[in-house]
């Protein structure tokens, strides 16, 4: 039996249809997939439907996130995770544009990459900057998760005492952060 040593939380969601399949049927797919490859799912959160980011691009979006255990490294698990985003016809045509199935890995163990002073620039980048960059490089932990409920709620739901190993906080205290407003709009499927 293969042991797995590294935990990773992996966020999913998507706004678009795949033909007549719904965005909830693509996101069971997606991780029926994943679970084919080289991880062990441990947890997977409830669905939830929240609102399009930005306001008014599109659908509203169905949410969820993972729990995995893995030997594959950070970036083999990123470029799976394209791979995976592929196949259900992806297209990365616009920054923050709609999208049949989004994955994102959220953080691997408690690993920092590149570094400190690279999570800070792009957890720091204005709003307007965010929607016209895009990192050339692996940025672990993602570095806005802790601003966005769409990723905070299902996280919750997979690892709520995971420690977010920079801001040294757990998900329940990055949840309890967001305005109530926000969190009121993110609602189970």
């Not at 997977?44 to 594959?72: E, K, M, W």
């Not at 957890?123 to 905070?152: I, N, S, T, Y």
Request: charged share 25%; glycine share 4%.
């Amino acid at each position: 039996m293969t042991e797995f040593r590294s935990e990773a939380l992996i966020a999913l969601g998507g706004n678009l249809p795949i033909g007549e399949q719904s965005v909830t049927h693509t996101l069971i797919a997606a991780i029926q997939q994943l679970s084919e490859s080289d991880i062990c799912l441990r947890a997977v959160s409830r669905f939830y439907q929240t609102p399009c980011f930005p306001v008014g691009a599109g659908p509203d979006y169905v949410n969820a996130a993972i729990r995995i255990h893995t030997d594959l490294s950070p970036r083999s698990l990123l470029d799976l995770l394209h791979e995976i985003e592929a196949d259900f016809a992806r297209q990365r045509a616009q920054r923050w544009g709609m999208r049949t199935l989004d994955l994102d890995l959220l953080a691997y163990d408690d690993l920092i990459c590149p570094d400190v002073a690279t999570f800070a620039r792009w957890k720091d980048l204005p709003l307007d900057q965010q929607m016209k960059e895009a990192p050339g490089q692996l940025l672990l932990p993602h570095p806005r998760l802790q601003d966005r409920g769409f990723v905070l709620v299902p996280l919750r739901d997979v690892a709520p005492d995971w420690r977010h190993p920079i801001l040294a906080k757990m998900v329940q205290d990055l949840c309890d952060a967001l305005p109530k407003s926000d969190l009121n709009e993110i609602s189970p499927l």
